[in-house]
């Protein structure tokens, strides 16, 4: 039964963008108490620590590959364990976490106009269409629909980290798929997670030398749980094999299902009410993404393959 369910790409990709869904929440609720990169560190650290024996039982077995394939999953750890959420949870301090998992929605579109521009794969029409009304709707959102902020290029610096973070998610999508048959998915993320968290330790050094921590309690250290297990081991683990099976173009589509598990979560969580400029801007980017979905041919095709 779950070899079988391990062998349902969408399935899987679902339940990654629920768990991712409220990695924005959760971040946002640690940003009164935590600078963003102790967040993301003590993330990685939990992280970390639940998967040791499994990362030292992958390094004793796959030492060769991990010499070999160095720079690539260090370029991994960078944008993807490292660089998405560390933009995501310092980019909460400056806007809403439903600001932030609806410019997340994204992440397809960025990884099908990067996929073009980085290894070469053809864009077709509906793609670029798809493009430009997403990108609307982002504007949509990061101004509140006012034209008078549009017109004056006035945006929220937080919202313009977030976009930074979902370029940082397009690289790491698409790199991923090309060490995908050289390396197990599980060694993939556990190198890639203990060199992220190597990587963090000077850096938070230097932050908690400059930035005070705030009052950490139960709540917070629940927060800081659910990310260093949900969002970051087992979407990771159900994101990394949903690419390997049908690639990041096909696999990004489920990424349109974080704002609204985000929502969901912000409403009930962190009390946040959407807004109509929301609701406009999150509506053209499900269009835009909504253009890029599968043909028949294509639907009939990847349940065969499944």
Not at 289 to 299: A, L, N, P, Q
Request: net charge positive.
């Amino acid at each position: 039964m779950v070899q079988r369910v391990l062998n349902v790409p969408y399935f899987l990709l679902v339940v990654a963008a629920l768990f991712w869904g409220g990695n924005a929440v959760a971040g946002k609720f640690l940003a009164s108490s935590l600078p963003p990169v102790t967040i993301s560190f003590t993330r990685l650290g939990i992280g970390v620590l639940i998967m040791s024996p499994v990362i030292i039982r992958l390094f004793r077995h796959e030492r060769a590959a991990l010499r070999e394939h160095f720079k690539l999953l260090l370029l991994l750890a960078v944008t993807g364990v490292i660089g998405f959420n560390l933009l995501i949870y310092w980019a909460v301090n400056y806007t809403t976490a439903i600001n932030a998992t609806l410019l997340n929605s994204t992440s397809p579109l960025f990884i099908f106009l990067l996929s073009a521009l980085l290894i070469g794969e053809k864009m077709e029409l509906k793609y670029w269409m798809s493009l430009v009304i997403s990108m609307l709707g982002v504007l949509v959102v990061i101004t509140h629909g006012s034209i008078e902020r549009m017109l004056a290029l006035e945006f929220n610096i937080g919202d313009l980290i977030m976009v930074l973070a979902v370029i940082s998610w397009a690289l790491y999508s698409i790199y991923i798929k090309k060490i995908s048959g050289k390396l197990p998915s599980l060694a993939i993320f556990g190198f890639t997670l203990a060199i992220g968290f190597m990587l963090m330790i000077p850096a938070v050094a230097i932050e908690l030398s400059l930035v005070p921590v705030g009052t950490v309690g139960l709540a917070e250290w629940t927060a800081l749980f659910y990310i260093g297990i949900f969002p970051s081991i087992c979407s990771f683990l159900l994101w990394n094999r949903g690419v390997a099976m049908i690639g990041p173009p096909k696999a990004s589509i489920s990424l349109n299902l974080i704002p609204v598990f985000g929502t969901i979560f912000a409403f009930f969580v962190l009390g946040e009410v959407i807004s109509v400029p929301q609701i406009i801007g999150g509506c053209l980017v499900f269009v835009g993404v909504f253009i890029t979905s599968f043909s028949k041919k294509k639907t009939v095709q990847l349940a065969e393959e499944a």
